[in-house]
């Protein structure tokens, strides 16, 4: 009996000793997970060499650009051919997928259907934005509410810029892509595509200088060298003679900042 009593004894000394020990160890940790590191500060500038690629596609046909135009103006505008070029192609707006540029005209007795309040396009006049107004027109107001309706009115003497933004991999010629910004006023000469990769070395040591989300249109307008480019929702211009600084954040865009 004391034999049993002895080993009983031992038994739960051990099965103790073994509660102690697993109870500091406490349960199995389960396995780490590496740490994802934090997404880039929007703030941060980037190359334009860490920005993924366009789709490279083939060069645009006249009867295809003008079924783009006609999908979005419905025959109120017509291409301006005697414009050499009438159209460019580049991804203007960083979303990595091609865009059309091209220039137009109001069509003859189309007036009221470019000039509807509630149109399926952005109408902006970049150039009057940037230009310094006289101090009476400044004081006369606010600025009217593009939220209200379209503001610009067109007239039939107007040549016109259309920017297209594409959608997916085959851009432009999507039917689905619709989204348009109709510019006024900033048609000028020897106009050229920067692909956004070359901005850097374009532009550098060039202040003030802009934020820039796409390739640029580059052109002389108002006797100055500047060009046309996406300033995070809107299209601007740009010449260093008129251009004053200014933020605007626009999310999923990797800005390529003011040149060093």
Known sequence: MFSTRANFASSFVLLVSAGVLFGCAGPPEPPKVAEQPPPPAQSEA?????????????????EEVQAAVTRIFKGAVVIDEGRKPSFLVGDFNGDVSQDLAVIIKPAE??????????????????????????????????SPDAAAGQTIRFEQGDVLFAIIHGSGPVGWRDPDATQTHLLREVV?????????????????????????YGDLIQETLIGQSGFIHF?????GWYDRKNYKPEI????????VRAMR
């Open 46 to 62: 980037s190359t334009p060499s860490q920005q993924p690629n366009v789709v490279q596609l083939t060069p645009p046909k006249a």
């Open 109 to 142: 007795g189309k007036l009221s259907e470019l000039n509807q309040e509630f149109p399926n396009w952005i109408a902006r006049e970049p150039l009057g934005e940037v230009l310094p107004k006289p101090r009476l027109l400044a004081a006369s107001g606010p």
């Open 231 to 235: 300033k995070g929702g809107v299209y």
């Open 248 to 255: 605007v954040p626009m999310a999923g865009h990797a800005p």
């Open 188 to 212: 000028g000469d020897n106009l050229r595509v920067l692909p956004r990769a070359d901005v850097l070395k374009a532009y550098k040591g060039t202040r003030p200088f802009p934020t820039v």
